[in-house]
């Protein structure tokens, strides 16, 4: 095949995650959330998580364009007010929401009959994925999901991403219906006849892995993070069409990227867990950014604490 849309859907992959990646992180570090009273997150949260992303795409299929247009709306209009409550006034955030919901479904409407009206769209689609991803990735992590849940939430969604892409390709049929459609929930790019893109999925498991690594152990689980999320979940998904044949009825390629990335990013966890010990509560996370601030000695914001140090749950 030819290498030119291996090397640019590694270029859109490699901006959208690692700008999508940094860009929770730092919200992580600088914006805090009201957590929902939802109790501790377990292992049941997972299995709840898994059975929605089961089931959404034979909602999304089944239903009418239009209603899926409308549950779109609702989803994201609500995922963005929530994130960007404690940056925002009320009349700001509103109009922040509406002008960039609004946008995209006239461009999706209007824009694709060119080049450059596609490029519009993916550019404009893609701001919203990335403050989606930023919000609910520190939505989760901030009400309290841990590195070990992440951990097991990316193994299980390797085994279903290549259930339903190379045994029951319910992905691809997905991909296809959405390409083009109105808040598109995916990151893109195109140049000439190519498109290239990653998933929203994608896009929170990866911010979700490198926040919770950066909670549980400060900025040693980080890098290791980041490490794991650039190799397995930028490179190697990228490059897999050249050796592995990804390509569906329709002449697409949809690549299975969580099944690249949640063996080694669950094994990551386990080898932080044994090196680094315990990970770190929320509000140990907490108080040892506030304890970095107040010491003035140095120390960067998010410092792990001192083995044995316990400042609650």
């Not at 490029?119 to 841990?146: C, H, K, P």
Request: hydrophobic share 55%.
């Amino acid at each position: 095949m030819s290498l030119f849309p291996t090397f640019f859907q590694l270029s859109v992959a490699l901006i959208g995650v690692t700008a999508t990646s940094l860009c929770a992180l730092a919200y992580l570090r600088r914006v805090r959330l009201e957590r929902p009273p939802i109790g501790v997150f377990n292992g049941r949260d997972i299995m709840i998580l898994v059975v929605i992303l089961a089931t959404l795409p034979l909602v999304y299929l089944a239903l009418p364009r239009w209603a899926v247009t409308g549950l779109l709306m609702i989803t994201f209009t609500g995922a963005l007010s929530i994130g960007y409550r404690p940056l925002l006034a009320p009349a700001r955030l509103w109009l922040v929401v509406g002008t960039l919901i609004g946008l995209n479904l006239y461009l999706g409407q209007n824009a694709l009959g060119t080049v450059l009206g596609w490029q519009l769209f993916w550019a404009e689609g893609d701001i919203i994925m990335l403050m989606t991803a930023v919000a609910v990735s520190n939505l989760y992590v901030q009400g309290g999901m841990r590195l070990r849940h992440v951990a097991w939430f990316a193994l299980v969604l390797a085994g279903y991403d290549v259930l339903f892409t190379a045994v029951y390709p319910l992905t691809n049929a997905l991909v296809e219906d959405f390409l083009g459609f109105p808040l598109d929930p995916s990151m893109g790019m195109r140049i000439g006849t190519y498109n290239a893109a990653l998933g929203l999925g994608d896009l929170l498991i990866y911010s979700l892995f490198l926040i919770a690594s950066y909670k549980a152990y400060g900025w040693r689980g980080g890098r290791v993070a980041m490490a794991v999320i650039l190799v397995f979940g930028v490179v190697a998904p990228a490059v897999a069409p050249l050796v592995i044949n990804f390509v569906d009825a329709r002449a697409d390629i949809v690549v299975p990227a969580q099944t690249w990335f949640g063996p080694p990013a669950f094994l990551a966890y386990q080898w932080m867990r044994r090196r680094y010990g315990r990970e770190r509560t929320m509000r140990e996370f907490l108080d040892s950014q506030q304890g970095a601030r107040q010491s003035g000695d140095g120390r960067a914001d998010g410092q792990e604490l001192p083995q044995g140090v316990l400042v609650g749950q």
